[in-house]
């Protein structure tokens, strides 16, 4: 496939604006995840890509072809596209089989039949699902249904796949072995492709490279451990990840670093935008990077236990420091001594 | 408890006896040879005898069939496309549209093939300024080809109500799958939108083959000059073949009508529940998502409003100038016959004018208490778990078996043979029996579509606080069907001013009802009187119909 670029794309919906000037490029053989709270506008822009949707305003091109052009009036649709898209219901027909679902694309572009059962079979061989061309839809598993949704969208060779939040319709279970299916068929398939997704997780198994979407923006853009490690906006930090948050005031600031402190407490971090001394600010942590010692020492408050969850794996403890709750992930059962909470500062942000 | 249980009973009891005493009358009358009522009648086969080998009838068989399945062979496909159409795509102005394809159902067929013959029948207005302006008119109203293809045409909108309620509830996903796959829009209804909604289509296809073995109206008045016969007008022309009442020869037309209604009901009753069933397999993602037209947009919009022109305006036109003209012919200017006089004369005969009030009584006060009636039944057989359930559910399919037309007979009968009946013969109550009785399937699905809003957890909420079965239905239930009862009598209202077959042999000094004056007036080529009180009839199912529209009641009940 050529390189996918949307530029300064915009659509409104009565008052709402769902788009506000989305532009990113996808290079050849990349995955993008399209990752934001709902209302972000991330589905409506895979749909304006793959023309269910037209903007109001923008610009939509694969490598030579102008798919959408407000300005000059083009306007490609969607059965023309040649593109792959896989539903978030999976959208698979019930009057038609397992077979008749994957070939339709074929049997639309005039291949001749004996390629048609050829390149039906392949996809289906691709997907694990070999055997099961006579079964309807209503007779197979979420996660098989799934699985032909995709084949149908592929079957053709498209030349980007589009998928909508293509894991929520399955349960918890299911969700975690298709994730790494997922990723691993794409990277076999050498296919482009763009995945909308509210499920962080989703997005950062799956992709190359995560664009954080909201209110129709984009918020940031980089690889998944750019966007968890590295947040750009207070939004971008809260959306990844579990965190705690500290309300306080700057009271020093020290070039990349700044020191924030609340009515008893006072802790120092990585500045990630600009503010003065004075000013109100935000500290944000992830929980697992939260850490407890038994002593005071280096950016620690004291802390009270006051609930410990039990989750298998690890313990959830809830801690308050004054007017601080504050939770952290501990592997051993909780004790009955004096906790100290510790904030590494590399890991502290403040906004 | 006991109150309501006896007031089930009741309504199983009442139901049961209008649906079948004239059934029943009809059958019985098929096996005499004479009248019921003459003492010398007795049991015998002679009337089947008589009516089978009787050429006419069998020839009004094979051209019922011919007309039934070729009218379906045009309804379906048209009328599935234009469901598409309006329901899937953006085609301009479909909102509007809507409500306007269904017109035809509302309208009287003896009104649209009144409209016809005045529109395009030989000296037809538009037949003679065609003529006029090319030389030649080269169509026949009279042949039995217009015959299917009006039939087929003014029966697109059944096909519609139904493929479009099946359409409305299908995933837009399942049609954006096939369009993203490489579909354009005729391609996506083909292969995805019309397959899906297979069952409701199917079922369409029966009810208008069905529908075709009860056309009265329109062979009536298209038929006849070109000696075309079908059952019905076979069956009404029977009437005076012999001379003397030949009751036991139309009770056979009447039964072998009833023998092939019945099983195409039964067979509607099956697949109206695969029809609902199918649909839910669909996607999800309800959202009304139009599917884009579009270049097709517009040659799409023209072939709706061609269809419409010619099942609406064509004939609504013809009724309105005919009513306003006092003679036309070949040669005259439309200027110098306009007049107002053909209503004026409505008002000279008191049987018009007991007729149109009649109308409007029968269609407004009778209407409510046909409503009324058909609640009761839904009511009492609201989440009743009792075998009697079900005998009331077929009791109220078993009318559907019997046209207006073999109806109306046999409650004629029903009057007269029932003595203590017979004082209401001459009066409306008979004509609002048999209304009420011959749409009660109708009305029936009507309350069971209001009653299906009511959800169960607001009645059992009803129980658990302490009301019984019989408080919840009253201050629980029926509060809550308030305004599906209100649509309903505006629906009924309207059938009720259509109906025209039903009243035919009721007709009589005291019972005359606009539809059946017109059927009668016809036959004596009172053209001015009927086109006059086609018009009446147009208007007042225009005002029922506009304030039903105006109250959000949808049209499809």
Same mark, same amino acid.
Request: aromatic share 10%; with cysteine.
């Given at each position: 496939m050529d390189r996918l670029s949307v530029s300064n794309v915009y659509k409104r919906l009565g008052?709402?604006?769902?788009?506000?000037?989305?532009?990113?490029?996808?290079?050849?053989?990349?995955?993008?995840? /399209? @990752?934001?709270?709902?209302? *972000?506008?991330?589905?409506?822009? #895979? $749909?304006?890509? =793959?023309? %269910?949707?037209?903007?109001?305003?923008?610009?939509?091109?694969?490598?030579?072809?102008?798919?959408?052009?407000?300005?000059?009036?083009?306007?490609?649709?969607?059965?023309?596209?040649?593109?792959?898209?896989?539903?978030?219901?999976?959208?698979?027909?019930?009057?038609?089989?397992?077979?008749?679902?994957?070939?339709?694309?074929?049997?639309?572009?005039?291949?001749?039949?004996?390629?048609?059962?050829?390149?039906?079979?392949?996809?289906?061989?691709?997907?694990?699902?070999?055997?099961?061309?006579?079964?309807?839809?209503?007779?197979?598993?979420?996660?098989?249904?799934?699985?032909?949704?995709?084949?149908?969208?592929?079957?053709?060779?498209?030349?980007?796949? /589009? @998928?909508?939040?293509?894991? *929520?319709?399955?349960?918890?279970? #299911? $969700?975690?072995? =298709?994730? %790494?299916?997922?990723?691993?068929?794409?990277?076999?398939?050498?296919?482009?492709?763009?995945?909308?997704?509210?499920?962080?997780?989703?997005?950062?198994?799956?992709?190359?490279?995560?664009?954080?979407?909201?209110?129709?923006?984009?918020?940031?853009?980089?690889?998944?451990?750019?966007?968890?490690?590295?947040?750009?906006?207070?939004?971008?930090?809260?959306?990844?990840?579990?965190?705690?948050?500290?309300?306080?005031?700057?009271?020093?600031v020290k070039g990349a670093m700044a020191e924030i402190a609340g009515p008893d407490w006072r802790l120092c971090g990585q500045l990630k935008v600009d503010h003065h001394t004075g000013e109100k600010a935000t500290a944000v942590i992830r929980i697992e990077r939260t850490q407890t010692s038994d002593a005071p020492g280096e950016n620690t408050v004291a802390g009270k236990l006051d609930a410990a969850v039990y989750l298998g794996e690890r313990w959830d403890y809830l801690f308050r420091a004054g007017d601080l709750k504050v939770r952290v992930r501990a592997t051993a059962a909780p004790a009955q001594k004096p906790y100290w909470l510790h904030f590494p500062k590399e890991s502290l942000w403040i906004f | 408890?006991?109150?309501?249980?006896?007031?089930?009973?009741?309504?199983?009891?009442?139901?049961?006896?209008?649906?079948?005493?004239?059934?029943?009358?009809?059958?019985?009358?098929?096996?005499?040879?004479?009248?019921?009522?003459?003492?010398?009648?007795?049991?015998?086969?002679?009337?089947?005898?008589?009516?089978?080998?009787?050429?006419?009838?069998?020839?009004?068989?094979?051209?019922?069939?011919?007309?039934?399945?070729?009218?379906?062979?045009?309804?379906?496909?048209?009328?599935?496309?234009?469901?598409?159409?309006?329901?899937?795509?953006?085609?301009?102005?479909?909102?509007?549209?809507?409500?306007?394809?269904?017109?035809?159902?509302?309208?009287?067929?003896?009104?649209?093939?009144?409209?016809?013959?005045?529109?395009?029948?030989?000296?037809?207005?538009?037949?003679?300024?065609?003529?006029?302006?090319?030389?030649?008119?080269?169509?026949?109203?009279?042949?039995?080809?217009?015959?299917?293809?009006?039939?087929?045409?003014?029966?697109?909108?059944?096909?519609?109500?139904?493929?479009?309620?099946?359409?409305?509830?299908?995933?837009?996903?399942?049609?954006?799958?096939?369009?993203?796959?490489?579909?354009?829009?005729?391609?996506?209804?083909?292969?995805?939108?019309?397959?899906?909604?297979?069952?409701?289509?199917?079922?369409?296809?029966?009810?208008?083959?069905?529908?075709?073995?009860?056309?009265?109206?329109?062979?009536?008045?298209?038929?006849?000059?070109?000696?075309?016969?079908?059952?019905?007008?076979?069956?009404?022309?029977?009437?005076?073949?012999?001379?003397?009442?030949?009751?036991?020869?139309?009770?056979?037309?009447?039964?072998?009508?009833?023998?092939?209604?019945?099983?195409?009901?039964?067979?509607?009753?099956?697949?109206?529940?695969?029809?609902?069933?199918?649909?839910?397999?669909?996607?999800?993602?309800?959202?009304?998502?139009?599917?884009r037209l579009s270049g097709w947009r517009w040659p799409a919009l023209a072939l709706v409003l061609v269809w419409l022109a010619a099942t609406v305006l064509l004939p609504l036109s013809g009724v309105f100038l005919r009513a306003f003209v006092s003679s036309w012919g070949e040669g005259i200017r439309l200027a110098q016959v306009i007049t107002l006089e053909n209503f004026r004369e409505l008002f000279d005969y008191p049987n018009l004018v007991r007729g149109i009030l009649n109308t409007l009584g029968i269609a407004t006060f009778g209407g409510a208490l046909a409503v009324a009636w058909y609640a009761l039944i839904g009511l009492a057989n609201h989440r009743w778990q009792s075998g009697w359930s079900r005998v009331l559910d077929y009791l109220v399919m078993v009318p559907r078996g019997m046209p207006g037309l073999v109806a109306g007979l046999a409650f004629l009968w029903v009057f007269l043979f029932v003595r203590p009946l017979s004082p209401l013969r001459s009066t409306l109550f008979s004509v609002w029996l048999a209304y009420s009785v011959v749409w009660l399937a109708y009305g029936m699905r009507l309350i069971s579509s209001a009653l299906l809003q009511v959800s169960p957890d607001l009645e059992e909420a009803g129980l658990t606080v302490g009301a019984s079965r019989g408080q919840v239905l009253r201050q629980v239930t029926i509060p809550l069907i308030r305004f599906g009862l209100i649509g309903s009598w505006l629906l009924v209202f309207m059938i009720f001013v259509r109906e025209y077959s039903t009243g035919v042999y009721l007709l009589g000094p005291g019972t005359e009802v606009v539809g059946s004056l017109i059927v009668s007036l016809w036959a004596t080529g009172a053209i001015d009187i009927v086109a006059a009180l086609a018009v009446v009839n147009v208007l007042l199912v225009a005002a029922g119909m506009g304030f039903a529209l105006r109250l959000g009641v949808r049209l499809h009940g």
């Open positions: 008052a709402n604006e769902v788009l506000k000037g989305v532009s990113f490029e996808l290079r050849r053989g990349e995955v993008v995840a /399209l @990752l934001g709270p709902s209302g *972000s506008g991330k589905t409506t822009l #895979l $749909r304006a890509i =793959a023309g %269910l949707d037209h903007p109001d305003s923008g610009r939509i091109a694969l490598g030579n072809q102008v798919l959408f052009d407000s300005e000059s009036g083009a306007q490609v649709p969607a059965e023309q596209r040649n593109l792959g898209l896989v539903f978030q219901s999976y959208a698979l027909w019930p009057h038609r089989n397992v077979f008749d679902n994957v070939a339709y694309g074929l049997r639309l572009r005039k291949i001749p039949s004996a390629e048609v059962q050829k390149r039906v079979s392949i996809a289906l061989r691709q997907i694990g699902l070999e055997g099961m061309e006579e079964r309807y839809p209503h007779q197979l598993s979420g996660g098989q249904q799934q699985r032909v949704a995709i084949a149908r969208a592929i079957a053709y060779n498209p030349q980007l796949l /589009l @998928l909508d939040e293509p894991l *929520s319709n399955l349960d918890a279970k #299911l $969700r975690e072995e =298709a994730r %790494l299916w997922l990723r691993e068929i794409i990277e076999q398939l050498q296919i482009s492709a763009i995945c909308v997704t509210h499920d962080q997780i989703e997005a950062l198994a799956i992709a190359d490279r995560v664009l954080l979407l909201e209110k129709g923006r984009i918020e940031q853009e980089g690889t998944p451990q750019e966007i968890y490690q590295d947040p750009r906006t207070i939004f971008a930090a809260e959306f990844m990840g579990s965190n705690n948050e500290l309300s306080g005031t700057v009271v020093d | 408890m006991r109150g309501l249980r006896l007031y089930r009973v009741l309504v199983v009891l009442i139901t049961a006896s209008a649906v079948l005493l004239p059934l029943g009358i009809v059958l019985y009358q098929s096996v005499l040879d004479a009248p019921f009522f003459q003492p010398s009648a007795k049991l015998s086969t002679s009337a089947f005898s008589f009516v089978f080998s009787d050429p006419d009838f069998h020839r009004a068989f094979a051209t019922t069939a011919l007309v039934a399945v070729g009218m379906t062979l045009i309804a379906v496909p048209l009328g599935s496309i234009l469901a598409f159409l309006l329901i899937r795509t953006d085609l301009p102005g479909r909102r509007v549209l809507e409500p306007v394809v269904l017109i035809p159902i509302f309208l009287s067929p003896v009104v649209l093939a009144f409209g016809y013959v005045v529109a395009a029948g030989p000296v037809g207005f538009f037949t003679l300024w065609f003529k006029e302006a090319f030389g030649l008119a080269p169509w026949n109203v009279y042949s039995l080809a217009s015959l299917i293809v009006i039939a087929g045409l003014t029966h697109i909108p059944y096909v519609f109500l139904y493929t479009s309620s099946a359409l409305r509830a299908l995933g837009a996903d399942l049609e954006e799958a096939a369009r993203v796959a490489g579909a354009g829009a005729a391609r996506v209804a083909f292969s995805v939108s019309l397959p899906m909604v297979r069952p409701a289509i199917l079922y369409s296809a029966v009810l208008v083959f069905f529908l075709g073995f009860e056309l009265f109206g329109l062979p009536l008045i298209l038929g006849d000059p070109g000696g075309l016969l079908v059952l019905s007008t076979y069956l009404y022309k029977l009437t005076n073949r012999l001379g003397v009442p030949s009751y036991q020869l139309m009770a056979v037309v009447a039964v072998a009508i009833i023998a092939i209604a019945f099983p195409l009901v039964y067979l509607q009753r099956r697949l109206i529940g695969a029809s609902a069933r199918f649909v839910t397999v669909g996607g999800k993602g309800l959202s009304p998502r139009p599917l």
